[in-house]
Structure formats: C-alpha cells, structure tokens
C-alpha cells in the first residue's frame, strides 16, 4: 500500500468514529434538542460493546449491545429535558460526567484485556484494485454503514415527510404540536437515535480502532463531534466529509512520526484538539451564516399548551 493509499484508508477508518457520533448529534440537533453528553454515551457503549464481545466473541452482538447502552442513556437525558425541562446544557454535561465515571467503575475488570485478532475485511475484487481498493474497500464494514446512514439521512430529512416533520419541529414546534403531532415522543425517538449512532461510535473505538478497554478510551472524540455538527451546519453529507477531514489530522501525527519528523508528540496529539478550535473559531466569526443554518429551536424547552 502506498503512502497515499495509506492516508485515505487511515483518514476514513479514524473518520468513522466521528462520523457516526456527529449524525447521531444532527438528528438530535434537527429536532431542536442540544445534547452534550456525547462523550459520556460513547464511553458507556464502548465498554458495554467491549465486554459483550469479550464475552461472547460476536462483534455483531456488541455494536448491537452498545447501540442500545448509548439509546438507554440518551433516553434518560431526553426524558429528563423534554418532560421534566432540565437545563439542555446542564443536563448533557452531567450526563457526560456520568457516561465517564460509570464506564469507568464498571470496566474495571476489563482493563488490560484485549480482543483477539479479527479477519481482516475486504471487497472482494474490489480491494484487488491498484491503489484505489487498499483506500477505499478494505475496510470494516462500519465505515460503510456509517456512508450509507449519511446518505439514508440526507434523503430522509429532505425527501421524506417524516424527515421533513423533524426539521419542522426543530425550527418551530408550535405548530406541529397545534396539527396533532406529538411532539415530545418525536424529539424523545430522534434523541434515542442519536444516542443509538454514539453507542456505535463508541463501540467503533473499543472494537475496531483499538480493541482494548481503557479508562477514557473515546479521547475527546464526543466533543469533537459535537462541533462537527456546527462545521457541517446541520447537514448529514458535510458532517460526514468533516468527519473525514477531522480522521486526516487525527493520523497526520501517526505518519509525520512515522516519517521522522521532529515534533514532540504531544504537540502532534493536540493537533485533532486544535483543528476544532481553530475551525470553530472561523465558524463563528460569521454569526449570520450560522443563524441561518442553526434548527432555530435548538437548545429551548417546549411546553405544550404554553
């Protein structure tokens, strides 16, 4: 495999991981709920999934296990906030800090365990391909899943009326509520959703980037994702091509290393850290363009009847 190659099988393997969290992130966005709690969810899916495949030896059972754990916890921050009106900022936060110090306590006795060795996965022929097929189709088959879901969610939220419902309410939802809809289990199923893709974000990270369990293992990546939805303004296909630009920087320290290059490496490990902000920072100098972007409900409580 060349370095090129190299670069886009490695920007979109670590870009996965992202990608996946920052979809789940939008959905809630779109349907006007701001959950910080990111973090926290991946942590608690990845040692759910971690310790379901450990024991069981099926990687299937334990994405499946940590998209529930991450759903469980996101349905507990979405009844919190949607019926008892918590603070969104508070309320995510908190989460997080508990999504840390669970997984934390419960995977104890899974530190230092290490999955065992899996087949390498590949598109048959395809992978054959010079160049082309090391990039692009020999990966695990997660980092399809998660193009495919980018895709099926740009359609959904601007072909689908269902889709084109969540959006209503994330801008507006008033007048859902006055037409019968309910608006409180819709933001409660897109909350669930979203919590369902972190879980196999974070399962993503304990299962496949680096089959282990460690205390604090997803690294920040939550966070990142979060302001990925921001850099995406909100758009399905863009936080998937930010994903993958964000993956680049990430193992843009792995080859400058491995190159030779001079640079103590917790400066290199920054630089994932410092693209966020820096992006972020270019982002909000122009408060129009997010206005016009941003669900316009986003973050406010919704009383019905009020």
């Known amino acids: 495999m060349n370095e090129a190659a190299l670069l886009v099988n490695t920007a979109l393997a670590s870009g996965t991981t992202l990608a996946l969290a920052a979809l789940g992130l939008l959905i809630n966005e779109r349907a006007g709920v701001l959950n910080l709690g990111a973090e926290g969810m991946m942590l608690v ?46 309320t995510g936060l908190a989460i997080s800090l508990f999504g840390y110090g669970f997984s934390a306590f419960v995977g104890v ?62 801008e507006n939802p008033e007048p859902a509520h006055a037409l019968g809809y309910p608006v409180r289990l819709i933001r409660l199923a897109a909350v669930a959703f979203g919590g369902a893709l972190c879980g196999l974000a974070g399962a993503y990270v304990s299962l496949v980037t680096a089959p282990l369990w460690v205390e604090g293992l997803t690294a920040g990546r939550g966070w990142i994702a979060l302001a990925l939805t921001v850099f995406a303004t909100w758009r399905p296909m863009r936080a998937l091509a930010g994903a993958y ?51 316009a409900s986003l973050g406010k409580p919704f009383h019905p009847g009020s």
């Not at 992978?127 to 359609?155: K, N, R």
């Open 109 to 170: 006795a899974m530190v230092g365990k290490i999955l065992p060795e899996r087949e390498r996965f590949a598109i048959p022929v395809l992978s054959d391909l010079p160049v082309v097929g090391p990039a692009l189709f020999s990966h695990h088959p997660m980092v399809y899943v998660a193009m495919a879901i980018a895709v099926g969610l740009t359609w959904w939220l601007y072909r689908s009326r269902s889709g084109l419902l969540l959006r209503a309410i994330g």
């Open 45 to 90: 899916a990845a040692v759910a999934g971690f310790a379901i495949t450990f024991g069981t030896g099926s990687d299937l059972l334990g994405f499946a296990g940590a998209a529930l754990a991450g759903a469980a916890l996101a349905a507990v921050f979405g009844v919190l906030v949607i019926w008892l009106n918590t603070n969104q900022y508070a």
């Open 245 to 295: 630009l964000f993956g680049g920087v990430t193992v843009l320290q792995l080859n400058l290393q491995a190159q030779g290059v001079q640079i103590a490496s917790h400066f290199l490990n920054m630089l994932p850290y410092v693209a966020t902000i820096v992006v972020l920072a270019l982002i909000s100098r122009n408060v129009a363009f997010i206005r016009v972007n941003m669900p």
